[in-house]
């Protein structure tokens, strides 16, 4: 038997999107997407707060603050890291990754990974709303998922 549901339901959850105003031709349209996707999933407009950062290199502090004040069932992290000349990109899209990752981990709440790293900014606006999808609504979708399974499955003895 499997669980977990592709339709999950908000209703009643709380959900922070942290995102990253570099690039924000692309970043704007992944917050526009999430904020509807938990809408249109049941998540009250009161419910959902957009907190945003410099780059995508201050997400994991931001998540983890936003995370830790204990108000939110999910944090969702948003951001588009885009390959230029110089190395940059890989230092800012790696410490990203691992930071998101970290803070989740630590805090024992969903934060969800929503940021993009392309190799031009076609690449990007292709997963903002274009022939890619929308990587903004597939990270409220992993939220609203997330918030059900841990609400589901609440932290043990151990
Ligand atoms: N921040 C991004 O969100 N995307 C990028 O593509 C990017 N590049 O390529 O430089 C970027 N840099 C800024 C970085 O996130 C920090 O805001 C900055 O270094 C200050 O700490």
Same mark, same amino acid.
């Given at each position: &038997?499997?669980?977990?549901?592709?339709?999950?339901?908000?209703?009643?959850?709380?959900?922070?999107?942290?995102?990253?105003?570099?690039?924000?031709?692309?970043?704007?349209?992944?917050?526009?997407?999430?904020?509807?996707?938990?809408?249109?999933?049941?998540?009250?407009?009161?419910?959902?707060?957009?907190?945003?950062?410099?780059?995508?290199?201050?997400?994991?502090? /931001?998540?983890?603050?936003?995370?830790?004040?204990?108000?939110?069932?999910?944090?969702?992290?948003?951001?588009?890291?885009?390959?230029?000349?110089?190395?940059?990109?890989?230092?800012?899209?790696? +410490?990203?990754?691992?930071?998101?990752?970290?803070?989740?981990?630590?805090?024992?709440?969903?934060?969800?990974?929503?940021?993009?790293?392309?190799?031009?900014?076609?690449?990007? &606006?292709?997963?903002?709303?274009?022939? /890619?999808?929308?990587?903004?609504?597939?990270?409220?979708?992993? /939220?609203?998922? &997330?918030? +059900?399974?841990? /609400?589901?499955?609440?932290?043990?003895?151990?």
């Amino acid at each position: &038997m499997t669980t977990g549901s592709r339709e999950p339901r908000g209703e009643g959850r709380r959900f922070a999107i942290v995102v990253a105003r570099f690039n924000d031709f692309v970043t704007a349209r992944l917050a526009r997407a999430a904020v509807a996707t938990l809408h249109e999933h049941g998540v009250a407009e009161a419910d959902v707060e957009e907190i945003a950062v410099p780059g995508a290199f201050e997400l994991p502090l /931001a998540a983890r603050r936003v995370a830790a004040s204990g108000r939110f069932h999910a944090v969702i992290c948003l951001g588009a890291v885009i390959r230029g000349e110089t190395p940059h990109f890989d230092f800012v899209a790696a +410490e990203c990754a691992r930071g998101v990752a970290d803070a989740g981990r630590d805090l024992g709440l969903p934060v969800i990974f929503g940021v993009l790293t392309t190799d031009n900014p076609e690449q990007a &606006m292709d997963r903002a709303g274009g022939a /890619a999808g929308n990587k903004g609504r597939d990270s409220a979708l992993a /939220a609203l998922e &997330m918030a +059900e399974l841990l /609400a589901r499955w609440p932290e043990g003895a151990r």
